[in-house]
């Protein structure tokens, strides 16, 4: 079939080839260890799997309304408003089937043709592909381990020009696990109200953060909340990636719009989803805690086991579920090394390059599987580069 011309600019998520790629290998017989996959392996808690049970029995059946349902939008404006320490309004929250339909819609609404946005990279690979796809123009700015992945604030400045529709940040960070310091966001907003810049704040990880590190998002701060999207849902927090449910705040005529292009693609998420997402936020938030003490094992974990082998680095992220480990000693290009490690000793990573071209001589490993795989994980890595 013909397909139209867009489609050529739009891109996908490597996680995802490896993926089959290791699922091939499975069906060799071979025993893959994973640590590609971004996915929590805690099941989602009893309560919340409660409250779908009962919302079907109570007749959430029916198409909702495409913004969300009051009372879901009504819990998280108070969650948004109390964790960041913002006023939010019902009329500026947007829930969508996940996530990610908040940066597509997001993009989709505010950027035009010509336009350009700047992203992180290495960064999560659907911001490139949908800029891409509006015909705008991508202007990645490199996160550098030297500053623990947060933006190089130089390059960031040096990046905007007349045209600069729109900058997307990710605190805590996918792939590198970096996080934003408040004086990043201070520097970033002072140059988003310079410049009348729209930021997209990816805050999907906000609940997964380890030692003193503290979530602040950049809405809070002066002047910003009118021109800020934060994107939010339940899939990592509450261990929900496949109910698909997330949502967006942001200003209300924003929202309006988003709205319009729910009514145009989804018609609405899924009531039943969105009632067990009320009792995650509404609900005991124990397993939150728990889960995220676990993670914090398996980071301290996966960080020393790194470090111990020669030749690889790893800085220790303050949070996400993801490390990325320097691999430039290795006498081959990570993308190399990461086929290497899978074919040879069945142990699935992602290579830097998968989130961009500043990802080169990284591995991005996450630590979300079990501490099973993390430790025979880091086995075969050992013994692979001491063959290497
Ligand atoms: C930074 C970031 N944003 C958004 C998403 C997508 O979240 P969802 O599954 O809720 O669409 C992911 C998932 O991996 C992510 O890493």
């Known amino acids: 079939m013909k397909l139209a011309k867009r489609m050529s600019r739009l891109g996908t998520e490597t996680a995802f080839d490896v993926l089959v790629k290791a699922k091939a290998l499975e069906a060799q017989g071979r025993d893959v260890v994973h640590l590609e996959i971004g996915e929590p392996n805690f099941d989602t808690s009893k309560n919340i799997c409660d409250a779908a049970v009962k919302a079907i029995r109570d007749g959430y059946t029916h198409y909702g309304p495409a913004a969300g349902l009051p009372e879901l939008r009504e819990a998280i404006a108070k969650y948004i408003s109390d964790s960041r320490g913002i006023e939010v309004s019902v009329d500026e929250v ?138 939010e849902g339940h899939s990592k927090t509450y261990a929900m990636t496949g109910w698909r449910l997330g949502y967006g705040v942001m200003p209300a005529d924003l929202a309006a719009q988003i709205t319009k292009l729910m009514v145009n693609s989804n018609s609405c998420t899924a009531a039943i989803v969105q009632m067990a997402g009320l009792e995650a936020l509404t609900g005991p938030q124990d397993e939150v805690g728990k889960m995220v003490a676990e993670l914090k094992r398996r980071r301290d974990a996966i960080v020393s086991g790194l470090n111990a082998i020669e030749g690889i680095t790893c800085k220790n992220p303050l949070g996400a579920f993801y490390v990325f480990p320097n691999v430039t000693a290795m006498p081959m290009s990570s993308d190399d090394f990461a086929e290497h490690l899978l074919q040879k000793y069945a142990v699935a990573t992602l290579s830097g390059t998968a989130f961009g071209e500043y990802g080169d001589g990284y591995l991005r490993l996450s630590y979300a599987g079990s501490m099973e795989s993390i430790k025979e994980g880091l086995k075969r890595i050992a013994e692979a580069v001491d063959k290497l």
């Open 94 to 231: 947007a829930v969508t089937p996940g996530a990610k339909p908040i940066m597509f819609f997001g993009i989709l609404s505010c950027v035009d043709e010509g336009d350009e946005v700047i992203y992180p990279n290495p960064g999560f690979p659907i911001y490139e592909s949908v800029i891409n796809f509006v015909g705008a123009k991508p202007v990645p700015v490199p996160l550098r381990e030297e500053v623990d992945f947060r933006f190089d604030l130089d390059a960031l400045r040096d990046s905007v020009s007349d045209k600069t529709r729109m900058i997307i940040i990710n605190s805590p960070q996918n792939p590198t696990g970096g996080f934003l310091l408040k004086s990043d966001l201070e520097a970033i907003a002072e140059l988003a109200i310079e410049n009348n810049i729209t930021i997209m704040s990816d805050e999907v990880y906000s609940q997964i953060i380890y030692d003193d590190a503290k979530h602040e998002s950049i809405a809070a701060l002066p002047g910003m909340k009118e021109r800020t999207i934060i994107i």
